[in-house]
């Protein structure tokens, strides 16, 4: 009988973006894989890939106790029907929910991954400043029970939780980031014509997409003759997400240019002068390993995650987090800068072909895998 690894995930385009090519490699391996997500627009893509899917349904904004434990009843008899080997759960809400699933039906080999800590370590609203106790305490119970081992895709949240007795140190692993397709991101030259700055993310704030457009109004109002483009979407579902007015507004005033939701990354790279991302907080994010794979240099904040892809003065440059002035300072020196932009560029390539390969996650997160179920044979 084949071992089955069960992936929970709250969304369907997440998976398929950060960890289609290590399920697939799972599948190819010889292990039965099957998804647990809220499917959207990504249903053909899992099945196509020979997995599983079994829809589940999932609010990301919710707090509600009752909601919460019809979700988990339900997990539960998923669950106890499939009889996973291994279970991997990824991101907070599914770590939490399918740890104690996993549990209540004695799976005995987990695999949880936070990813970033999120909109609950991230925002100083209120909700998320009552919330974070409790979410703290059920941490501690349920992200790392025995016979399991957690995944973290940057050293500072590695140390932080197990600083804080989150995880033990010899359960811990660092998987940096989902890996990056060096064939499909390749370097290409510049484009002519005046610079043009990129940020790619959800359109939210904690993406920083605020400070972007404040840092490009300091520029403008500088004399600075540069194009800021944003490529993403809206996700409403999320506590950060930024009005639709509000872009369009920011659009209406000629201070950047809004694409909305894009599948076309790569050309539009290759369309660009300079990466930015001047995110609040982040696991590791896929769109740096994917700009500097594409040879561009990086503007990005000094926060975990970031730094990870970045090194300051290397392949790009570090402002502090919630700071449009710094990152317009920094925006300016590689836009007034050619010869700086190149040379960061090529580090970048470099670093993402010894550090971020696609192939280098998948071996790793393959060797978790093997190593888990070793301990329970």
Not at 108 to 123: D, H, M
Not at 139 to 160: A, H, Q, R, T
Not at 194 to 204: G, Q, S
Request: charged share 25%; hydrophobic share 40%.
């Amino acid at each position: 009988m084949k071992k089955k690894i069960l992936y929970l995930i709250n969304e369907d385009w997440f998976f398929c973006s950060h960890f289609l090519d290590r399920a697939k490699a799972a599948h190819q391996s010889g292990y039965d894989v099957v998804v647990v997500t809220r499917v959207r627009a990504h249903q053909r893509d899992i099945i196509d890939s020979g997995l599983r899917l079994i829809p589940f349904q999932n609010d990301r904004r919710s707090v509600n106790p009752f909601s919460e434990l019809r979700r988990l009843w339900r997990l539960i008899s998923i669950y106890h029907q499939e009889r996973p080997t291994l279970c991997h759960h990824i991101a907070l809400k599914s770590v939490l929910l399918g740890t104690i699933a996993a549990k209540i039906t004695n799976v005995t080999a987990i695999v949880n991954a936070p990813v970033g800590l999120g909109y609950v370590f991230s925002s100083n609203n209120k909700i998320t400043y009552l919330l974070r106790p409790f979410v703290r305490f059920a941490l501690k119970l349920f992200l790392n029970p025995n016979n399991s081992k957690v995944i973290f895709e940057n050293f500072d949240d590695m140390e932080y939780f197990c600083k804080k007795n989150y995880v033990r140190r010899d359960r811990s692993i660092l998987i940096r980031g989902a890996g990056i397709d060096l064939e499909k991101f390749r370097p290409v030259p510049e484009p002519f014509g005046k610079p043009v700055i990129l940020l790619a993310a959800r359109m939210l704030y904690d993406k920083g997409v605020r400070e972007f457009v404040e840092a490009a109004t300091l520029l403008r109002n500088q004399g600075i003759d540069a194009c800021f483009k944003l490529v993403g979407g809206l996700d409403p579902d999320n506590r950060a997400a930024i009005p639709e007015a509000v872009l369009n507004d920011w659009v209406a005033q000629g201070l950047v240019e809004w694409l909305g939701h894009r599948t076309d990354i790569a050309q539009q790279l290759a369309t660009c002068h300079i990466v930015c991302l001047p995110s609040y907080r982040e696991g590791l994010p896929k769109f740096l390993l994917e700009a500097a794979a594409s040879s561009r240099p990086i503007v990005t904040t000094d926060v975990p995650g970031c730094r990870e892809v970045v090194l300051h003065g290397d392949n790009g440059l570090l402002v502090p987090p919630r700071d449009a002035i710094h990152l317009s300072k920094a925006l300016k020196i590689l836009i007034e800068s050619e010869v700086l932009r190149a040379k960061m560029g090529e580090r970048g390539r470099r670093r993402s072909e010894s550090e971020f390969s696609n192939n280098k996650v998948i071996t790793e997160t393959l060797c978790v895998y093997q190593q888990s179920l070793e301990v329970i044979n």
